[in-house]
């Protein structure tokens, strides 16, 4: 497999210890990342998203005032926000299975746990640029497709009217 460039990156790393934002800053430009901005809360988060387009955003999940897995389904339930759809790789120290699980629900592409090196977040964003998944709307759900795996589906449609009119009307 051929090595992902990511020089022409920008990335914006959200984390509220600015000593770790830091860090994971100096683990992107080693990994030759364009471009590297660092905020310490979700207010400042929501500000550069709003005024600047980004390739990736790495959150922290401790980020505050507002909660990270409330901060990513604004964001992507935002049809006018420059990084609606830019992947995001959730960060945290100690996830339990039903934070996980709430963060993959309110669209966050690839999750990362603390501590870790420069090459998880290597293989991160090989994950995202290597194998980009598809924004996906329908259900209640906005964000990156699931499915990791493309399969031919092969059957007939099992959904009901009901479902099918509720996924064409949101």
Do not use: W
């Amino acid at each position: 497999m051929q090595k992902q460039s990511f020089a022409k990156l920008d990335v914006l790393v959200c984390d509220p210890n600015p000593h770790m934002g830091s860090l994971i800053g100096q683990m992107l430009r080693h990994l030759k990342v364009h471009a590297v901005e660092e905020v310490q809360s979700s207010q400042a988060a929501l500000g550069s998203l709003t005024n600047r387009r980004f390739d990736v955003i790495l959150l922290d999940d401790e980020l505050g005032p507002t909660d990270s897995v409330e901060l990513i389904r604004a964001l992507r339930a935002n049809e006018g926000n420059l990084n609606r759809t830019t992947p995001v790789v959730m960060m945290s120290s100690a996830p339990e299975a039903s934070r996980i699980l709430a963060a993959r629900d309110a669209g966050v592409t690839e999750f990362l746990r603390k501590p870790f090196a420069a090459i998880h977040v290597e293989s991160r964003l090989n994950s995202i640029f290597g194998a980009p998944r598809e924004f996906v709307e329908g259900g209640g759900y906005r964000g990156p497709d699931r499915r990791r795996r493309k399969a031919e589906f092969k059957g007939g449609d099992r959904r009901s009217k009901a479902d099918t009119a509720k996924d064409e009307a949101s």
